[in-house]
């Protein structure tokens, strides 16, 4: 067994190059290891004012999100859902969604994500696949091209 601190794992900072996406990231899969593990687990926290990442569905990943701290929402077709501690929610494959920070303090939560070798992501907001090796529309785009 192997066991580490939350409080120890390393924080990953990411943010598009005009702010609208935002977030610090704890992969506490990656700090034990990571390796034959059937999901991972980030710590996410996301500042006032901020998306987690843009509008987007996976073709083959699960994602079950479990809000620690803080108020959003999670957009998805049906619309916005407001989400605040204690909330639990699941994306299934296909089913596009953002968290979205609309509170005044940070917004922290874990996700739990089965990360399949295969998964694609599509952008409906922009057009574009991310795919294992690239973003793509029918010609190459830059990740956060059309998204601000």
């Not at 710590?43 to 987690?52: I, R, Y």
């Not at 940070?106 to 690239?134: E, G, H, M, R, T």
Request: net charge positive.
């Amino acid at each position: 067994m192997k066991k580490i601190n939350i409080a120890k794992v390393s924080v990953a900072n990411y943010k598009s190059p005009r702010g609208k996406f935002g977030l610090q990231f704890r992969s506490i899969s990656a700090a034990l290891g990571r390796r034959g593990h059937p999901f991972d687990l980030g710590l996410v926290t996301l500042p006032p004012g901020k998306a987690n990442y843009p509008y987007h569905l996976h073709t083959a990943q699960w994602e079950m999100y479990v809000i620690l701290n803080g108020t959003g929402q999670v957009r998805t077709p049906a619309g916005r859902t407001r989400v605040k501690p204690g909330d639990v929610f699941m994306c299934p494959p296909n089913q596009p969604h953002q968290v979205l920070n609309t509170g005044k303090r940070d917004l922290q939560y874990y996700i739990i994500a089965d990360n399949p070798v295969s998964d694609c992501c599509y952008y409906p907001d922009s057009d574009k696949w991310a795919l294992p090796s690239k973003i793509v529309r029918v010609k190459g785009a830059k990740y956060f091209d059309g998204e601000e």
